[in-house]
């Protein structure tokens, strides 16, 4: 299986940076795309950011050109760093993976427990 670990959540500022990592282990073959979601309070889980494992990214409008997603695909790991922060991106941050086990395993997703992100006022 693979187990997904974030770390670097907390308490932060309007107007300043939090920086999230996410570290990938266990039976991996094979990892595709590495990303971020997040979820506030009674509402839907949303994509923050994504990266191919060539480097190509994708971003929600809302933090495009705050939020900068990389990854060490040697490491297993992705990071998020988070600029200019806003009191609306408090939520909970979820890492995700699409990955296989095996050669002939089929891509799954699989996500991380969540680190909480709270941007004071």
């Known amino acids: 299986q693979v187990q997904l670990m974030e770390s670097g959540g907390g308490l932060g500022q309007a107007g300043g940076s939090l920086r999230l990592s996410c570290a990938a282990s266990?039976?991996?073959?094979?990892?595709?795309?590495m990303g971020w979601y997040r979820q506030a309070p009674g509402k839907q889980r949303e994509l923050v950011a994504i990266?191919?494992?060539?480097?190509?990214?994708n971003y929600a409008d809302s933090v495009k050109g705050r939020f900068t997603i990389s990854r060490d695909n040697a490491k297993k790991m992705t990071y998020l760093q988070m600029n200019s922060l806003k009191p609306e991106d408090t939520a909970v941050y979820y890492c995700?993976?699409?990955?296989?086990?095996?050669?002939?395993?089929?891509?799954?997703?699989?996500w991380g427990q969540g680190t909480q992100v709270t941007v004071s006022s």
């Open positions: 990266q191919s494992t060539g480097g190509t990214t």
């Open positions: 266990g039976s991996i073959f094979s990892i595709n795309t």
């Open positions: 995700n993976t699409l990955a296989k086990i095996t050669p002939s395993s089929s891509w799954r997703n699989y």
